[in-house]
């Protein structure tokens, strides 16, 4: 004769009623005000969009240090390299261009140049008349391995970017100009906001 079923302690039932508990909704406080930015008063859509820029960024940096790789470069040397290649089409190229073409500072620009000269990728030419000009160009070396580089570059760079359009491609181009520009001056209120940080973290924005 088979046994009674037993009936389940409350231990039991428990974590059911635990794990239940566990999807109610978490309120979490905003991270934007402007308007622009909220969707019915929710600040969901843009952590989307903040999260999404991390995303590619992440994915554009493995590319990058893909490319530098082949090169036998960090990621931040090969684009400090090409950088400097693609700017002297318009014109002279020093520490100061790249910066802030770049929006690096200029010490690490130096210093990063400092290596790339050692490998003989670029040439540092010196202004006669002013010895603190100093003029970057890509040696012959330099643009041999660019040069080598670029058929794979195209074919990544076709893929990771075939999502837009030409209309698309040229607006986030002015976006993100746009989103610099915003980004450089929320970092100088960063800085200068917790700069002035109290002692037991009580401060308003």
Do not use: W
């Not at 000269?117 to 603190?132: E, S």
């Not at 074919?155 to 520009?181: H, P, Q, T, W, Y």
Request: charged share 25%.
């Amino acid at each position: 004769m088979a046994a009674p079923a037993r009936k389940r302690s409350s231990a039991t039932a428990a974590p059911a009623t635990a794990r239940k508990g566990a999807h109610r909704a978490v309120t979490m406080p905003l991270t934007v005000s402007r308007p622009e930015l909220l969707v019915n008063g929710s600040d969901v859509e843009f952590r989307k969009l903040v999260h999404r820029l991390f995303g590619f960024s992440a994915v554009h940096e493995r590319i990058r240090a893909g490319f530098a790789k082949t090169m036998g470069l960090a990621g931040v040397e090969y684009t400090v390299l090409i950088a400097i290649a693609h700017l002297s089409r318009q014109g002279d190229v020093n520490v100061k261009t790249v910066a802030d073409h770049l929006h690096l500072s200029g010490a690490f620009i130096t210093t990063t140049t400092r290596h790339l000269l050692n490998l003989g990728l670029i040439h540092k030419t010196m202004d006669m008349a002013d010895r603190r000009r100093v003029t970057l160009k890509v040696s012959g070396k330099g643009r041999a391995v660019l040069e080598k580089l670029a058929p794979l570059q195209r074919r990544i760079n076709d893929v990771e970017f075939g999502g837009l359009s030409r209309e698309e491609f040229r607006a986030l181009n002015n976006l993100l100009a746009r989103m610099i520009e915003c980004g450089d001056r929320a970092a100088a209120l960063q800085t200068y906001l917790l700069s002035g940080r109290s002692s037991d973290d009580n401060f308003e924005l």
